[in-house]
């Protein structure tokens, strides 16, 4: 079956700095790749996403790369802020209906 | 733009009890999906819908559950008998178009304890 793995589970910053989270697939029919944002008790955001034909995208503080040859995408957020601290879900899509398969989260702590 | 509705937000029951969940998804939005959220973990596809029609059920524990997504609008979500291993968050998303990247928007959620 399709495969998911983030890395790292946590990942503690201080404010300011700069947080990466990797995410790699096994289905290399995976077309679509977004990251989505879940703070606690509610539910998740998309917050960037990228498609098959784009190397990265970013939109202000938040990146998003892709590597299909290594089947990995990567979050990365700058100057990172308290508000930032959250778990944060990769979820490449599988097949051919949009499904969704989401990793087991990052746990982000942004300490001031 | 009104977002995912969802109801009720908590639910507690005991073992072997049936629980339904309801969802009313974006206007317009063709795609609705239930999720299965343990704590601690991700989102798990429980089961898809296109219109009224079943994309992807293929995690769906059918002994126990079942779904249905009447008129191709609303959705309902059924536990029966229900198992402590039940305990999560059903979360209901919905998305544009079915065999495109668009984006899924949740709603809230439903918590479940099963005691």
């Known amino acids: 079956g399709e495969n998911v793995e983030q890395h790292p589970s946590t990942l503690s910053v201080q404010e300011g700095d700069s947080a990466v989270i990797k995410c790699t697939y096994s289905?290399?029919?995976?077309?679509?790749f977004p990251w989505y944002k879940q703070e606690l008790g509610k539910r998740p955001q998309l917050i960037i996403d990228i498609r098959s034909n784009v190397g990265e995208k970013k939109d202000q503080r938040i990146a998003v790369t892709l590597n299909k040859t290594a089947k990995h995408f990567s979050l990365h957020i700058t100057e990172t802020q308290p508000e930032d601290s959250a778990v944060y879900f990769c979820a490449p899509s599988v097949g051919g209906y949009n499904k969704l398969i989401f990793g087991a989260g990052t746990r982000l702590a942004v300490h001031p | 733009e009104a977002g995912v509705a969802q109801s009720p937000r908590y639910k507690i029951i005991e073992k072997r009890q049936s629980v339904a969940f309801w969802c009313n998804p974006i206007?317009?939005?063709?795609?609705l999906y239930w999720y299965q959220q343990i704590l601690g973990q991700g989102p798990k596809l429980l089961i898809q819908f296109q219109n009224n029609g079943v994309v992807d059920d293929s995690q769906l524990p059918k002994d126990r559950f079942s779904a249905e997504r009447l008129k191709g609008v609303d959705s309902t979500l059924k536990i029966q008998p229900a198992k402590l291993e039940d305990s999560a968050v059903y979360l209901c998303a919905s998305s544009l178009l079915l065999g495109s990247a668009y984006e899924q928007y949740f709603g809230p959620g439903t918590r479940l304890t099963v005691t």
């Open positions: 206007s317009g939005h063709a795609t």
């Open positions: 289905d290399s029919a995976s077309n679509y």
